[in-house]
């Protein structure tokens, strides 16, 4: 279904520019996505432009939500799970703000597309080998063999498939959960118009937004953590 109304695709439409219009209507996920990183990096440098012992109400948000999620990530992995969290800190924030974005009426959540979701999860299953080629070496290969010789024609085909499927399972039930409940906020904003959706309805929709993007963030710390570990 169509989006009723797009503010930063309509404002191509002021520029002239025939190509840029024709890839805002093409791809508005990359344009919003585009403005989930704008907004991402402009709050984080005023964060942390004038830092101080005592700390601005900027700073306080972001010290709390950096220090929750990395000290969540410890909790699971351990201090070596302590230099990976870069990356998954900004994939939570990247995510989080996506599925937020969707709920300002005119905006459009880029993780509402299967493009942007594949592409996440694409970071996530390539950075998890990495993680076993780092710390095993060419010795991760055990991880695809099972515990002994005569087994690996039947766990290498199984252990390939299940990582090539966490692609698909992160891919999938993130893009399904914020495209659906996109086309519940466009029937309800149709239905009762845009100054009168149920306040609970965004409540929940705020609630969505986090669970979705802690979701994929607690699935990547499971899958990072299983290519640290020692193959049986």
């Known amino acids: 279904m169509e989006h009723p109304y797009l ?30 990183m704008i907004v991402l990096i402009v709050m984080g440098s005023i964060a942390t432009r004038n830092l101080a ?5 900027m700073q306080n948000v972001f010290e709390f939500v950096v220090v929750g999620l ?20 900004t994939v939570f924030l990247y995510i989080f703000v996506c599925n937020l974005i969707g709920l300002v009426p005119g905006f459009f959540p880029p993780t509402a597309s299967y493009n942007t979701t594949l592409s996440c999860a694409i970071v996530v299953f390539c950075f998890t080998h990495y993680i076993g080629f780092r710390y095993h070496g060419a010795k991760y ?14 766990m290498l085909p199984i252990e390939l498939i299940s990582h090539f499927a966490r692609v698909l399972s992160l891919s ?7 495209s659906g409940h996109e086309l519940v906020l466009a029937i309800l904003f149709g239905l009762a118009g845009a100054f009168f959706v149920p306040l609970p309805i965004m409540a929940m929709g705020i609630f969505v937004a986090f669970v979705q993007a802690f979701v ?6 499971m899958y990072f953590a299983g290519a640290m570990e020692h193959a049986h």
């Open 70 to 89: 990395e000290d969540f990530i410890v909790d699971i992995t351990g201090e070596e799970g302590r230099w990976f969290f870069p990356v998954l800190g």
């Open 216 to 221: 994929f963030f607690m699935l990547s710390i």
């Open 141 to 154: 290969y055990k991880h695809f063999i099972g515990p002994v010789w005569w087994l690996v024609p039947i």
């Open 7 to 36: 503010f930063l695709v309509k404002a191509t439409e002021f520029t002239g520019i025939k190509s840029l219009e024709h890839f805002a209507h093409a791809y508005p996920h990359v344009l919003y996505s585009w403005l989930v």
């Open 172 to 178: 999938m039930r993130l893009f399904g959960n914020m």
């Open 53 to 57: 012992s005592i700390p601005t109400k």
